[in-house]
Nanobody
């Protein structure tokens, strides 16, 4: 089992920045992909960004050039969000995947509003 704990969400004005953190614990394999997904009310969950243990990154089209994903090691991942827009408002979920066996965090709310 893997447990994921997110932190760093909150309320921010349009154009502002936030940094999300996710810490994994439990049965962690060094070979894994960690990432962030988000879900806004009435919409499907969508990819924000992922990063493999080798540092390969992938971003959703809506956040390219504004968000940056990074990781310390096999257990911690971060999401730096710049130039936030109202449409970025959603619950952000951390994900851990090891060869198709994946886990989700509880989610952290990000609200972009003036």
């Amino acid at each position: 089992q893997v447990q994921l704990v997110e932190s760093g969400g909150g309320l921010v004005q349009p154009g502002g920045s936030l940094r999300l953190s996710c810490a994994a614990s439990g049965n962690i394999f060094s070979i894994n992909t960690m990432g962030w997904y988000r879900q806004a009310p009435g919409k499907q969950r969508e990819l924000v960004a992922t990063i493999t243990n080798t540092g390969y990154t992938d971003y959703g089209e809506a956040v390219k050039g504004r968000f940056t994903i990074s990781r310390d090691n096999a257990k911690k991942v971060y999401l730096r969000m710049n130039s936030l827009r109202p449409e970025d408002t959603a619950v952000y979920y951390c994900n851990y995947d090891h060869l198709g066996d994946d886990y989700w965090g509880q989610g952290t709310q990000v609200t972009v509003s003036s």
